[in-house]
T-cell receptor
Framework: RKEVEQDPGPFNVPEGATVAFNCTYSNSASQSFFWYRQDCRKEPKLLMSVYSSGNEDGRFTAQLNRASQYISLLIRDSKLSDSATYLCVVKGVDSSYKLIFGSGTRLLVRP | DGGITQSPKYLFRKEGQNVTLSCEQNLNHDAMYWYRQDPGQGLRLIYYSQIVNDFQKGDIAEGYSVSREKKESFPLTVTSAQKNPTAFYLC????????????FGQGTRLTVV
């Protein structure tokens, strides 16, 4: 089983739609969680950190469910510019603080 | 401006050659990482380092080597032992400790010719 798993998609949605991505992780003691966005042939960039209480940044909402070991990202009112690959990232539990990436979920927003 | 710089952006290697990819950061981060990304795939960890003169193998270290002689620098050498080196290589850095995100360089695209 992979340490971090995501549905690869692609998710093809119209502008204005609401779309949700899930990510599961295998190590229950994992400490920190993030969502990154990666555009084609570019480096990943931090979209948002994921806190236990859940957090929102404009049209984006991230949630963490420790009991079920999954992280979610909700995008409301999708824009064409949201088209990208969304990477779920988990930070390791031991002193190594190793960053583990999921394979990414591709989102295509159509006019 | 603080940031993380990778060079070169594009690199071509002949079979049997070793090549070194540069990664420099001025963010004063202790931890640095090297990832490999193949087309349509996620990031796979090659090596990471938490402190100067120390580094650990990631999931796909075979055929690669690194050094960490300075806090700011974490070069990656792709050796001739790496049989399929054509890929997008990404370097990242972060503070150590939980809750701190990583910042990436713009990547080096390596092609074997």
């Amino acid at each position: 089983r992979k340490e971090v798993e995501q549905d690869p998609g692609p998710f093809n949605v119209p502008e204005g739609a609401t779309v949700a991505f899930n990510c599961t992780y295998s190590n229950s003691a994992s400490q920190s969680f993030f969502w990154y966005r990666q555009d084609c042939r570019k480096e990943p960039k931090l979209l948002m950190s994921v806190y236990s209480s859940g957090n929102e940044d404009g049209r984006f909402t991230a949630q963490l469910n420790r009991a079920s070991q999954y992280i979610s990202l909700l995008i409301r009112d999708s824009k064409l510019s949201d088209s990208a690959t969304y990477l779920c990232v988990v930070k390791g539990v031991d002193s190594s603080y190793k960053l583990i990436f999921g394979s990414g979920t591709r989102l295509l927003v159509r006019p | 401006d603080g940031g993380i710089t990778q060079s070169p952006k594009y690199l071509f290697r002949k079979e049997g050659q070793n090549v070194t990819l540069s990664c420099e950061q001025n963010l004063n981060h202790d931890a640095m990482y090297w990832y490999r990304q193949d087309p349509g795939q996620g990031l796979r960890l090659i090596y990471y380092s938490q402190i100067v003169n120390d580094f650990q193998k990631g999931d796909i270290a075979e055929g690669y080597s690194v050094s960490r002689e300075k806090k700011e620098s974490f070069p990656l050498t792709v050796t001739s032992a790496q049989k399929n080196p054509t890929a997008f290589y990404l370097c990242a850095s972060s503070k150590t400790g939980g809750g701190t995100e990583a910042f990436f360089g713009q990547g080096t695209r390596l092609t074997v010719v």
